[in-house]
């Protein structure tokens, strides 16, 4: 399994951004999706996350009402839209797949078996 994740930037406050991240090598149309994201020198952090067939949505309270996530199967690709971007939301976000061996906790990042190669996210104040 490969994840392509991009659409990174450096934007100010108050900006959007739309991230993408294309799958290959697995069935993206049955795996649930994750974003994730990470501040040098803290623990990678949960953001969003979404069920195979895409009825089911998860979210951090630090981006509810403000990131969307979303995905298209025909295109194996999950997107994280970012609204309303603050500071605080600089990051690498990495993009995951869940590992369908392992019990599914959508914000859990040991639910997820395989992870993209992150990009940068940059807000400026």
């Known amino acids: 399994v490969q994840l392509q994740a991009s659409g990174g930037g450096l934007v100010q406050a108050g900006d959007s951004l739309r991230l993408s991240c294309k799958a290959s090598?697995?069935?993206?149309?049955?795996?649930?999706m994750g974003w994730f994201r990470q501040v040098p020198g803290k623990e990678r952090e949960f953001v969003a996350a979404?069920?195979?067939?895409?009825?089911?949505?998860a979210y951090a309270d630090s981006v509810k009402g403000r990131f969307t996530i979303s995905r298209d199967n025909a295109q194996n690709t999950v997107y994280l839209q970012m609204n309303s971007l603050k500071p605080e939301d600089t990051a690498v976000y990495y993009c995951?797949?869940?590992?369908?061996?392992?019990?599914?906790?959508?914000?859990?990042?040991?639910?997820?078996?395989?992870w993209g190669q992150g990009t940068q996210v940059t807000v400026s104040s």
């Open positions: 995951a797949i869940n590992d369908p061996n392992r019990p599914y906790t959508p914000n859990q990042d040991d639910s997820y078996g395989y």
């Open positions: 979404m069920g195979w067939s895409g009825t089911y949505t």
């Open positions: 090598g697995r069935t993206f149309s049955t795996s649930n």
